[in-house]
């Protein structure tokens, strides 16, 4: 149990423009899911937190007009890297949390998109 | 500020033994979590293990398991049985329950590695 999927695993694309990425929870149902952005060789960055039906809380730092999340459903995010530029390259980690006990509290991850921008 | 400390940039154990990561975390709330995740070469985040900072009697699950020092705010992972398998890195973090969620504060990570 807890799943959680991404789409696409790998992509790239041209510098100006937007990528979607989507993090899906596939066997429960998420109230807040998760954005994060991991360099090479390093730690977890979080970008910002969604909860379904309201507006993102993004991270200091973090453009909220530039990287979109639109979270739709309890089962569903989406992130938009919008006019995307090669330092916008990484790797994209999505996570979620249940929203039953006993596990709220745990962040079950997705298996990352690698987005490379030329 | 909450922080989480993983002083071992790397770490490498023989197959069948054991071995144990270290972490240290910073933190003056009472009530929070704690885990470990496990990041393979796949890139995919696996929850290790996880802990309630109220629960004194430390975490196992299989051939994992916690030290867990509250004074001490001393979270440390043992791996008993090494196995191929288990090489990766290795992430402490730290939840507080109550905050902003989403405030999941993860350590540099320890890589590690098996040999055979």
């Known amino acids: 149990g807890a799943v959680v999927s991404q789409h696409p695993s790998r992509v790239i694309c041209k510098s100006g423009t937007s990528v979607k990425i989507e993090c899906r929870s596939l066997d429960f149902q998420a109230t807040t899911m998760f954005w994060y952005r991991q360099f090479p060789k390093k730690s977890l960055m979080l970008m910002a937190t969604s909860n379904e039906g309201s507006k993102a809380t993004y991270e200091q730092g973090v453009e909220k007009d530039k990287f979109l999340i639109n979270h739709a459903s309890l089962t569903l995010s989406t992130l938009t890297v919008t006019s995307a530029h090669p330092e916008d390259s990484s790797f994209y980690i999505c996570s979620a949390s249940p929203l039953a006990e006993p596990s709220t509290d745990t962040q079950y991850f997705g298996p990352g998109t690698r987005l490379t921008v030329l | ?116």
Request: charged share 20%.
């Open chain 2, 1 to 116: 500020a909450q922080t989480v400390t993983q002083s071992q940039p790397e770490m490498s154990v023989q197959e069948a033994e054991t071995v144990t990561l270290s972490c240290t975390y910073d933190t003056s709330e009472s009530d929070y979590y704690l885990f470990w995740y496990k990041q393979p070469p796949s890139r995919q985040m696996i929850l290790v293990i996880r802990q309630e900072a109220y629960k004194q009697q430390n975490a196992t699950e299989n051939r994992f398991s916690v030290n867990f020092q509250k004074a001490a705010k001393s979270f440390s992972l043992k791996i008993s049985d090494s196995q191929l398998g288990d090489a990766a890195m290795y992430f402490c973090a730290y939840w507080n329950y109550g905050g902003s969620q989403g405030n999941l504060i993860f350590g540099k990570g320890t890589k590690l590695s098996v040999k055979p």
